[in-house]
């Protein structure tokens, strides 16, 4: 089975915070993504990798930033938290193909910013 | 902008029932079809993917592709109170990320 696991279930942050959200899956595959999810929004995706230290942008990039130096790991950078950052991140990744490969989700973070 | 249109419900079925779920996308060149089972505070979990037209089935669930059409269903048959959840349809364009529909809440009474 895809294991896709997220350092946090819950996390608490204060405003102007810096804060890293982790995601690591033992599938060696080549995408990973990062999605946000809020009530009546739906999934809206931040990010996403294709290869490692390879990046693109999402739907909703403002105010994030992403690392990928490793082929298993990447990770999400709020770089000065705010209170509309406040959601649930949900990591997942997927065989190396342009989207006709099904993604795999972590269990996710609930991130409050105060 | 490509979209993926679902009924957000409820939709409402007793225990036993087939529930039936639709979704719209608006791309014609979309390539692949994916439903996603979301309980209450936890995580999408795959249930199904589908590429071609026609209906392929697992278990309980079949997942209808018309492409001509422009949708993708999910029936779920002897449905269960287990099966209490919100369904996501989630189509693959040209890109590497998946468009994901907001959702349909289905509720199954016993």
């Known amino acids: 089975d895809v294991k896709v696991t997220q350092s946090s279930r819950y996390l608490v942050k204060r405003t102007g915070e810096k804060v890293f959200l982790e995601c690591v899956q033992d599938?060696?595959?080549?995408?990973m993504f990062w999605y946000r999810q809020d009530p009546g929004l739906g999934l809206r995706l931040i990010y996403f990798?294709?290869?490692?230290?390879?990046?693109e942008k999402g739907d909703i990039p403002e105010g994030y930033s992403v690392s990928r130096e490793k082929k298993e790991r990447f990770s999400l950078i709020l770089e000065s938290a705010s209170t509309n950052q406040t959601s649930m991140y949900l990591c997942?990744?997927?065989?190396?193909?342009?989207?006709?490969?099904?993604?795999?989700f972590g269990d996710g973070t609930r991130l409050s910013i105060l | 902008q490509k979209e993926v249109e679902q009924n957000s419900g409820p939709l409402s079925v007793p225990e036993g029932a087939i529930a039936s779920l639709n979704c719209t996308y608006s791309?014609?060149?979309?390539?692949?079809f994916f439903w996603y089972r979301q309980y209450s505070g936890k995580s999408p979990e795959l249930i199904m993917f589908?590429?071609?037209?026609g209906d392929k089935e697992d278990g309980r669930f079949t997942a209808q592709l018309n492409k001509a059409s422009q949708y993708v269903s999910l029936l779920i048959r002897d449905s269960q109170p287990s099966d209490s959840a919100t369904y996501l349809c989630a189509v693959a364009n040209s890109g590497y990320a998946l468009n994901f529909g907001k959702g349909t809440s289905l509720l199954v009474t016993p």
């Open positions: 589908i590429y071609s037209n």
């Open positions: 997942a990744s997927s065989f190396r193909g342009m989207g006709n490969q099904p993604q795999h």
């Open positions: 990798s294709y290869d490692v230290k390879m990046k």
């Open positions: 791309d014609r060149g979309s390539q692949s």
């Open positions: 599938m060696d595959h080549e995408n």
